[in-house]
C-alpha cells in the first residue's frame, strides 16, 4: 500500500510523526484483510486486535515523501497470526528520486475475537484464505 505524506501527517519540523507509522501499517493490514476482498466490516461478528507489538524506527520520512507498507505472515495459530510489515520510503520529495529505503519495521501478535462476547475464537476459513495468500 502506498501512501504520500501530508501536513497531518508530521510534526512542526515536516517530519513523520512517530505514532502515524504503526497507523499506516494498520491500514495495510485493514486493506489487505477486510477492504481488498470485499468484506464489510459492518457484517462481520469477529475481528482482530492487536495483543502486542514491536516497532523498530530506523529512518524517517518528510512532507511530500511517497511511502510504502509492506505485510508478510510470519506464523498463523487457531486463533492469532504474527505479521511484519515494513515501511519503505519509495520516492524522496527533497532530492526527487526514487528510492527503495527501509525506514520503519513492525512486528505485530493479532488476536482473533467475538466481537459479541470479547473472547478469542478461531479464525476464519475465509481469512484463514486470505492469511495464507500472503
Not at 84 to 104: A, G, V
Amino acid at each position: 500500500m502506498q501512501i504520500r505524506i501530508y501536513y497531518e501527517d508530521t510534526d512542526c519540523g515536516g517530519i513523520v510523526y512517530h505514532t502515524n507509522y504503526i497507523k499506516y501499517c494498520e491500514r495495510a493490514r485493514s486493506e489487505e484483510l477486510l477492504f481488498s476482498e470485499a468484506f464489510n466490516p459492518h457484517k462481520i461478528s469477529n475481528a482482530f486486535v492487536v495483543k502486542n507489538l514491536k516497532a523498530n524506527f530506523i529512518s524517517s520520512a518528510k512532507l511530500g515523501d511517497k511511502i510504502e507498507v509492506r505485510t508478510e505472515v510470519l506464523k498463523i495459530k487457531p486463533v492469532t497470526v504474527v505479521l511484519k510489515q515494513e515501511i519503505y520510503k519509495i520516492f524522496d520529495i527533497s532530492s526527487e528520486t526514487l528510492c527503495e529505503d527501509k525506514i520503519f519495521e513492525l512486528e505485530v501478535k493479532l488476536g482473533h475475537i467475538d466481537l459479541l462476547t470479547g473472547k478469542p475464537t478461531p479464525i476464519t476459513k475465509t481469512l484463514l484464505g486470505v492469511l495464507n495468500a500472503r
